[in-house]
C-alpha cells in the first residue's frame, strides 16, 4: 500500500516535471487565419516536424470575421503573426500601421507577384485562390443551359435567374470579383457589365463560398465563387464543372504577416521564414494548384489546366486603395433595389 | 411618492438612524453592499457598453485638407507651398472655364476610418507618365497619408516622381459629430432596410399573434383532447436557434425543395421566407402570454352573456377580447421586438431583402466599418425602445380582473367547435413539428438532392466551418454557467428590490436598469461589448475574448425576463416575513436561506432553465464575442450554413434542440420533485387559497 503511493507520487512528480520542462521550451504562437478548417491541422503538424518547440495556437475564421477582428483589436493586438490571410487583408493592415516588416529567409525563390514590394516587405504570399464559375450540369440540362465559357457568356439572357454570386459589402470573394472585373473591363466596362449580371442574378449571398456550394447543391445552376470550393465540392461528388472564363480571372493569396508588437518575434519569424519554403508551398500545393515558390507547383485535382494562365495582373493596391469608393458605387446601383424578381 | 420616500432616507440618516434602527443597522450595510455589487454590475454590464458605442457612433472621420500641403517642381524649381484646400478652391474656380474640371466636393470629405482620397485629384493636369515632382507634407500629424499602402505619419516633407505620386492617397482625421447619421440617411441602400424591418415585424406580428390566439383560445375554450401534447409541440421552437427555420425552408420551398411548387413560383428567399420563420420562432412566446392573458377569465361574464342571449360571436368580441386585450398588447409588443432584433432568420434566408440587424453584421465584418455599424445599431434601438415603453403604458394601465369573487371558467363540451380546435391545433402543430422532422431529415441525407441515402456524415463537425464539436461542448458550458451565475446574480437583485424597505432612489434606479436589456438587440450588445471590453485602457480588457465576457453578455441579453419571474415569485411571500425575522433579531441572509429561496424555488428553477435555454440558442448576442477557445454551437450553426454546409448546419441545429430537451426534462423531473419537498405547505388541507 506505501510502496504503491510512493510509486504513484514518484510517478507523478515526474509527469509534473515533464510538463513543466516542455513547457520551459515551447513558445505558444497565436496565429490568426483563414486557413479551410480541414487544412489546420495537417499544416501545423507539418511545421512542428521542422519546429517542435513552436506550439501553434490557431485563431480561424472566415476571411471577413478575422479581418475585423484584427481591426477591432488593432489598439490591442491579440495576435502574434498572420498566416493565411487574404492579401488584401493584410494590405489594410499595412496601411494601419498594424504589420512589422521582415524579410524571411528565401524570398528570392519566390515569384515577386507573392509579396510586398517594399524594400523588407510587410507581408509574403502563399498560395493564390482564384475567382472561378461553379456550374452544375445536373441542374442545367433541366434548365436547358449550355455552359458559360466567359464572364461575358453570364449576362446572357438564358442565364436570368440562374446565377449567384457573394454581395461584396459582405464577402472578400465578391470584392474580388468586382475588382478584377473594373480591371479587366475598365472602370466604365466593368460597371456596365455588372448592370447587365444584376439582371440575372437570382441574389447575392453573404459568403464567398456559399455561391459554389449552391451550384453543387442544386440549389442554383450557377455560382460565381473561387475555384478552391469547386474543387473541394466535385471530389465530394457535386456534378459541377468548373469554369475559368476565358477574359481572365481575377485571384487574392493567402499570405503571412507578423504584426507589430509581438512579443514573441522570433517564433513570429521563425514560422514566416518556414511558411515559404519548398515544404510548406509543396503543402499548400495539395490543395491549391498555385503557390509562391517558383516552377513548383503541380496540377491539382479537378482544377482545369487553363488556370494560371488565366490568372489577370491583378492591381493588389488599386483594390485596397479604392475599395471604399468601389464598394460604395456598388451598393448604389444594386443594393438600393428590394428583392430582384 | 418617490421623493417624499427619498427625503424620508435622507431625514433618517441625518436624525442619527441608530437610535430609530439599532438592530438592522449591520444588515442595512450589507444589504446596500448586495445591492450596489449588483447595481455595478448591470452598469458595468449594461449601461457603460452602451455609452461607448453611443460615442463610436458619433466619432467621424473627414480628410482635413488643410492639414496637408503640396510642392510641385516642373523643371523650374519648388512652387510655393499650398494646401490641399487652397488647391481645391482654385479647382473650384476654374471648373468655371474648363468643363471636365472636378473638385472634391465638400460631402466627399466625410468618409469612414478607411476612407483614401487620391491626391492626384488636386492635379487636374497630372500624368504618372510626366517628368513633374511632387513633395507632400501633413502640417500636424492628426492624419496621415499613403504611399501605396505604406503609412506615413511624420510632419516632413516627401518627395515624389509622377509616376510614384499617383499612389498617394491621403487619409482621414478623427473627429465627432454626427456626420455618420447624415451619411445613414442618406444612403438608400441603409435607409431602405429600416423601413424593410419595420414592414416584416409588423406583418411577422400580426399573423404570430393572430395564430398564437387562435391556438391558445383552443387550448383554454375547448374540451378537445390530446391539450398537453399540443402544449408541448408548440413550446419546442423557443428550443432551437431563430435561425433553425430557416434552414428548414430552404429544404422544403428553396429550388430543390420538397414542396417548393406551393410558393407558385415565389422565391423563398426574401420576405416570405423571413415571415414563415419569425412566425415559427416567434410562436411560443406569444402563446405563453396570450394563454396566461385568456386564462384569468371569469365565468360569470360568459354566464351573464349566455342569459342575455348573446351570440357566440358577440361574447367573443365583448367580453374575451377585452378581458384578454393586454396579454395580446404584450405579445405583439414582445413578438415585434424579436423579429426586428433578429439576426439569423434574415441572413439564412433574407437573400437580398435587407434588414436592420443583417446590415450591422455587413458593415462591421464585410466592411470592418464599426462607426457605421454603431449608427445602425443606435438606430435598431429606436423601435425596439419604442416598444418597449408602451408596452410598459399599457401593461400599468390594466387592473386586476380576478376579484375574489371571479369564478374560473369550465369549458363545456361542444362537438363541432371542439373539432374545429382540434383541426386548427393540429395543423399548428404539424407546421412546427415538421419544420424540426425536416432539419432532422436533412441532417441525416448524405448529399441533398443527388445522393439520398442516409449517413452520419454531416455530423462530422471537426472538419468543417464553425469549430467542430467542441463549439456544443462550449455551448453547453456557457448555458450551465450562465444558468448558475445569471439566477444568482438576477435572484439577489430582485431580492434587494423587492425586500428593502429603505434606499428608495436607489431601487427605482436598480428596476430601471433592470427593464432594459428588454429593449437591447442582442447584436448591439455585442457590439458594444467590443468597444467597451476590447479597449485596451479598460482594467476588465481581461475578460474580452474569454468565456466570462459570454457569460456576462448572456445573462446581461436575458435579464429582464428573469428578474420579472423573481420579483413575481417574491411578491408572493409577505413583507410580514422581514418583519418577523428582524423582530427576532434574525440577519436577513438567514431568512434569505432558511425561508425565503426555498419557497421560491420553482422560480429560481424557472430562471435557470429559461437561461440554459437562451444562452444555447443565442446567435445575436455572441456573434461578435465568441473566441477560438469559446466557439459556439449557434454561432457553428450560422458559420456553417454561411459557408453553404447547409446539412451540418441543420445537424448542429438539431444537436442544440436535443441538449435543450434534456434539459427541459431535467428541469420538469426536478422541479416536481423540488415541489414535492418544499412546496407542500401550498397544498395543504383545507386549504382554498
Known amino acids: 500500500m506505501k510502496h504503491t503511493l510512493c510509486k504513484l507520487l514518484s510517478g507523478g512528480l515526474a509527469a509534473l516535471l515533464l510538463v513543466f520542462s516542455g513547457a520551459g521550451n515551447a513558445v505558444d504562437l497565436t496565429v490568426y487565419t483563414a486557413v479551410e478548417a480541414e487544412d489546420l491541422k495537417r499544416y501545423a503538424d507539418t511545421f512542428n516536424q521542422d519546429h517542435p518547440d513552436i506550439n501553434i495556437k ?8 478575422v479581418t475585423a477582428k484584427l481591426m477591432a483589436e488593432k489598439d490591442n493586438p491579440q495576435a502574434d503573426i498572420i498566416w493565411g490571410l487574404a492579401a488584401t487583408s493584410l494590405l489594410l493592415m499595412k496601411s494601419e500601421g498594424m504589420l512589422d516588416p521582415y524579410k524571411p529567409k528565401g524570398l528570392k525563390n519566390l515569384d515577386p507577384k507573392f509579396y510586398d514590394g517594399d524594400s523588407v516587405p510587410s507581408w509574403v504570399g502563399m498560395d493564390a485562390w482564384v475567382a472561378a464559375v461553379c456550374f452544375n450540369t445536373v441542374e442545367g440540362k433541366k434548365n436547358n443551359l449550355t455552359a458559360p465559357t466567359s464572364w461575358k457568356d453570364l449576362t ?109 518575434l522570433k517564433a513570429a519569424q521563425t514560422l514566416m521564414d518556414w511558411s515559404i519554403t519548398k515544404k510548406a508551398m509543396e503543402m499548400y500545393n495539395t490543395s491549391y494548384p498555385v503557390v509562391g515558390y517558383k516552377n513548383l507547383a503541380k496540377p491539382v485535382k479537378h482544377f482545369p489546366p487553363e488556370t494560371l494562365s488565366r490568372m489577370i ?10 475599395r471604399k469608393r468601389i464598394l460604395a458605387e456598388w451598393q448604389k446601383r444594386y443594393d438600393s433595389k428590394s428583392d430582384p424578381k | 411618492m418617490m421623493t417624499s420616500a427619498a427625503q424620508a432616507t435622507v431625514q433618517a440618516i441625518n436624525t442619527a438612524a441608530p437610535l430609530i434602527r439599532p438592530k438592522t443597522s449591520r444588515d442595512d450595510k450589507i444589504m446596500i453592499g448586495y445591492m450596489l455589487v449588483v447595481g455595478l454590475y448591470l452598469i458595468i454590464a449594461l449601461a457603460l457598453p452602451l455609452y461607448a458605442m453611443l460615442s463610436k457612433s458619433v466619432s467621424t472621420f473627414y480628410f482635413d485638407l488643410n492639414n496637408f500641403e503640396f510642392q510641385v517642381n516642373n523643371g523650374d524649381g519648388w512652387s510655393a507651398p499650398a494646401t490641399a484646400f487652397a488647391l481645391n478652391e482654385k479647382l473650384k474656380r476654374e471648373k468655371l472655364k474648363r468643363e471636365k474640371l472636378q473638385a472634391v466636393q ?52 516627401h518627395e515624389f516622381e509622377s509616376n510614384e505620386f499617383r499612389r498617394i492617397y491621403l487619409r482621414a482625421s478623427r473627429s465627432t459629430g454626427l456626420d455618420n447619421y447624415r451619411v445613414y440617411f442618406s444612403t438608400p441602400a441603409l435607409f431602405l432596410s429600416m423601413k424593410n424591418s419595420l414592414l416584416i415585424s409588423l406583418i411577422s406580428t400580426l399573423i404570430t399573434v393572430s395564430l398564437a390566439f ?122 415585434f421586438n424579436l423579429v426586428i432584433t433578429d439576426f439569423g432568420l434574415p441572413k439564412v434566408i433574407g437573400g437580398q431583402y435587407n434588414m436592420l440587424a443583417v446590415d450591422i453584421y455587413k458593415q462591421v465584418i464585410g466592411q470592418q466599418n464599426f462607426e457605421m455599424g454603431a449608427v445602425v445599431s443606435v438606430i435598431l434601438l429606436i423601435p425596439a425602445l419604442l416598444a418597449f415603453s408602451i408596452d410598459r403604458v399599457v401593461q400599468k394601465k390594466q387592473v386586476a380582473q380576478l376579484s375574489a369573487r371571479s369564478v374560473p371558467f369550465e369549458p363545456k363540451p361542444h362537438k363541432q367547435f371542439d373539432a374545429i380546435c382540434l383541426i386548427y391545433c393540429v395543423l399548428v402543430t404539424v ?171 420553482p422560480a429560481v428553477l424557472d430562471i435557470s432553465i429559461y437561461l440554459f435555454v437562451n444562452a444555447m440558442t443565442t446567435v445575436s448576442a455572441v456573434i461578435f464575442l465568441y473566441s477560438p477557445d469559446t466557439t459556439l454551437a449557434s454561432v457553428a450553426v450560422l458559420n456553417m450554413d454561411d459557408a453553404g454546409d447547409i446539412a451540418p448546419a441543420a445537424a448542429m441545429g438539431m444537436m442544440i434542440f436535443y441538449s435543450n430537451l434534456c434539459a427541459r426534462l431535467l428541469h420538469l423531473f426536478v422541479t416536481r420533485k423540488v415541489m414535492r419537498k418544499t412546496q407542500a405547505w401550498r397544498t395543504r388541507e383545507g386549504g382554498s387559497d
Request: hydrophobic share 45%.
Open chain 1, 58 to 65: 490557431w485563431v480561424r475564421d472566415s476571411t471577413g470575421i
Open chain 1, 156 to 264: 446572357k439572357p438564358m442565364y436570368k435567374g440562374h446565377v449567384i454570386m457573394p454581395n461584396p459589402n459582405s464577402s472578400g470573394t465578391g470584392f474580388l470579383d468586382v475588382s478584377s472585373w473594373l480591371q479587366i473591363f475598365g472602370e466604365d466596362g466593368g460597371w456596365d457589365y455588372m448592370d447587365a449580371l444584376h439582371e440575372n442574378i437570382a441574389r447575392y449571398t453573404h459568403s464567398g463560398s456559399k455561391p459554389c456550394k449552391l451550384a453543387a447543391a442544386g440549389e442554383i445552376p450557377i455560382g460565381v465563387s473561387f475555384a478552391f470550393r469547386g474543387a473541394r465540392s466535385k471530389e465530394a461528388g457535386a456534378p459541377i464543372d468548373i469554369i475559368i472564363p476565358s477574359e481572365g480571372i481575377g485571384w487574392d493569396m493567402e499570405a503571412t504577416a507578423i504584426i507589430a508588437g509581438t512579443d514573441k
Open chain 1, 313 to 322: 495582373d491583378n492591381d493588389f493596391e488599386f483594390a485596397a486603395n479604392n
Open chain 2, 106 to 157: 465638400p460631402e466627399q470629405l466625410t468618409t469612414s476610418s478607411d476612407g483614401r482620397l487620391a491626391a492626384t485629384v488636386f492635379f487636374p493636369d497630372f500624368s504618372f507618365r510626366g517628368s513633374t515632382r511632387y513633395r507632400i507634407r501633413q502640417i500636424n500629424p492628426a492624419s496621415s497619408f499613403l504611399v501605396g499602402s505604406r503609412q506615413i505619419v511624420d510632419t516632413e516633407w
Open chain 2, 214 to 335: 387562435g391556438f391558445a383560445y383552443a387550448l383554454a375554450r375547448s374540451t378537445m383532447r390530446f391539450k398537453g401534447l399540443f402544449r408541448i409541440i408548440a413550446m419546442a421552437p423557443i428550443l432551437v436557434p431563430s435561425l433553425l427555420p430557416g434552414i428548414a425552408l430552404v429544404y422544403l420551398f428553396g429550388n430543390q425543395g420538397m414542396l417548393k411548387e406551393l410558393l407558385l413560383g415565389e422565391s423563398i428567399y426574401g420576405p416570405i421566407g423571413i415571415v414563415i420563420g419569425s412566425v415559427f420562432f416567434t410562436f411560443p412566446h406569444a402563446m405563453i402570454i396570450i394563454t396566461t392573458a385568456l386564462a384569468i377569465s371569469d365565468a360569470r361574464l360568459y354566464e351573464a352573456a349566455i342569459s342575455l342571449r348573446a351570440s357566440r360571436w358577440k361574447t367573443f368580441w365583448t367580453v374575451t377580447i377585452p378581458g384578454a386585450r393586454y396579454g395580446l398588447f404584450s405579445a405583439a409588443f414582445v413578438v
Open chain 2, 431 to 601: 407546421f412546427i413539428a415538421g419544420l424540426i422532422g425536416v432539419c432532422q431529415y436533412a441532417a441525416l441525407i448524405k448529399f441533398w438532392p443527388y445522393d439520398l441515402s442516409l449517413s452520419l456524415n454531416n455530423y462530422n463537425f471537426d472538419v468543417m466551418d464553425g469549430g467542430g464539436w467542441v463549439s456544443w461542448y462550449n455551448s453547453i458550458r456557457l448555458a450551465l454557467y450562465t444558468a448558475v451565475a445569471g439566477t444568482i446574480i438576477v435572484f439577489c437583485g430582485a431580492y434587494m428590490v423587492e425586500k428593502t424597505n429603505r434606499f428608495v432612489a436607489t431601487r427605482s434606479a436598480f428596476q430601471f436598469l433592470a427593464m432594459m436589456p428588454m429593449a437591447i438587440p442582442g447584436m448591439v450588445l455585442g457590439l458594444a461589448y467590443i468597444f467597451f471590453f476590447n479597449n485596451p485602457a479598460n482594467p476588465l480588457n481581461g475578460i474580452y475574448a474569454t468565456m466570462g465576457i459570454l457569460v456576462v453578455c448572456t445573462v446581461t441579453h436575458f435579464y429582464t425576463v428573469s428578474h420579472l419571474t423573481a420579483v413575481t415569485a417574491l411578491k408572493q411571500m409577505d413583507r410580514e416575513f422581514e418583519s418577523v425575522a428582524s423582530s427576532l433579531k434574525q440577519p436577513f441572509y438567514k431568512l434569505l436561506s432558511k425561508v425565503t429561496v426555498p419557497v421560491c424555488l
